[in-house]
């Protein structure tokens, strides 16, 4: 069964620091576009930052450019989002989903991020 999971997120004072897991059942991470989205409360599902396998490249939302890190353990088939220097506004649900099929069609549960003091 392809699943993906997600881990780590919490409630954190502006300034702090998060890492969100995202584990992979079913299939080889290495093989796929994996991403990073968020959805804040009435607003749209936003794609923060992605890792494309075929050529190594990652990409960053401007709003998370030098905050926000990708990174990966593929012996683990888990990606990480390491979230540094937060803000209020990153209050949000976090995702990771895989990229197949050309769209984005398998979703994890989500982990809430909450940045308040």
């Known amino acids: 069964q392809v699943q993906l999971v997600e881990s780590g997120g919490g409630l954190v004072q502006p300034g702090g620091s998060l890492r969100l897991s995202c584990a992979a059942s079913?299939?080889?991470?290495?093989?796929?576009?994996i991403g990073w989205f968020r959805q804040a409360p009435g607003k749209e599902r936003k794609r923060l930052s992605c890792?494309?396998?075929?050529?190594?490249?990652?990409y960053y939302a401007d709003s998370v450019k030098g905050r926000f890190t990708f990174s990966r353990d593929s012996a683990n088939d888990t990606v990480y989002l390491q979230m540094n220097a937060l803000k209020p506004e990153d209050t949000a649900v976090y995702y990771c989903?895989?990229?197949?099929?050309?769209?984005?069609?398998?979703w994890g549960q989500g982990t809430q991020v909450t940045v308040s003091s």
């Open positions: 989903a895989r990229f197949s099929s050309n769209r984005w069609n398998t």
């Open positions: 079913g299939f080889t991470l290495d093989h796929y576009v």
């Open positions: 890792f494309n396998s075929n050529d190594g490249s990652i």
